[in-house]
């Protein structure tokens, strides 16, 4: 009699724990199924984080390339021209795995866009990208360099009379330093630079820090301000998009 119970007890127990499994998997099909319901809950969605930017179309720009090498370390020997095209693919990727953006760069490789031309020529070959893609936002990645190697810190600059590009240097600035960030934060700052003069689409040319300074150029070159600086930028793409309601 006893070990009847038992065994009643143990077949209630193994039933219910079917049925319980049964429930959940249920419960897991509706919540993939329904995305608001997935809100209305505070999960987590499993789609991509900012789907209205399925329509834009980003241009980043890794500064200088091929013969034109940009800023070198003092310490390290970091090449600018190579330390771009790093930035400027770990953005890309960033924003490929968290928005439907179409990402452009415009260099992929150690080459200038128009080798053999002039300097201007090859500004206005870059510009000339974003307006051919009727690009949405361009952002330019740099690296400072300076005569006095104390200073160091990150810049964000943007075009004159420029009220968007203003905002978004503004978002993108503080986006970055929102990752805590070890260096001086050297604010936003209105320059004259013909990627940002000539452009069409918002810009901002980005100096992420003094290959001439030892403190910065070895940050600059660590994995983990790499991943904070990318996660910074794109946060700040993001929330310029939001807020910009366009
Ligand atoms: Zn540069």
Redesign the pocket.
């Known amino acids: 009699m006893k070990k009847r119970v038992i065994l009643l007890l143990f077949i209630i127990l193994i039933m219910g724990a079917i049925f319980s499994l049964i429930n959940t998997k249920g419960e897991k099909n509706i919540l993939r199924e329904d995305k608001p319901l997935i809100d209305a809950l505070g999960q987590k969605n499993e789609s991509k984080e900012a789907e209205g930017l399925s329509r834009k179309t980003i241009v980043i720009d890794p500064?200088?390339g091929g013969e034109d090498r940009?800023?070198k370390g003092k310490v390290l020997g970091t090449i600018?021209k190579d330390l771009n095209l790093k930035i400027a693919k770990n953005i890309k990727k960033e924003l490929e795995e968290r928005t439907d953006a179409k990402v452009i760069l415009t260099r992929e490789s150690d080459s200038s866009l128009l080798p053999g031309t002039n300097q201007k020529e090859e500004l206005q070959a870059r510009v000339k990208v974003a307006k051919d893609h009727e690009a949405d936002l361009y952002i330019s990645i740099?690296?400072d360099a300076f005569e006095d190697v104390n200073v160091k810190g990150i810049t964000t600059h943007f075009g004159a009379n420029k009220r968007k590009d203003k905002q978004l240097a503004r978002i993108i600035q503080k986006a970055i330093f929102d990752q805590n960030i070890d260096t001086r934060n050297r604010g936003i700052q209105e320059s004259d630079f013909h990627v940002l003069r000539e452009n069409s689409s918002p810009a901002v040319l980005i100096e992420l820090g003094f290959t001439s300074n030892e403190s910065d150029e070895k940050r600059m070159n660590s994995e983990e301000f790499q991943e904070k600086s990318k996660k910074g930028i794109v946060d700040g793409i993001i929330h310029y998009f939001k807020i910009s309601g366009n």
């Open positions: 500064g200088h940009g800023t600018e740099h690296h």
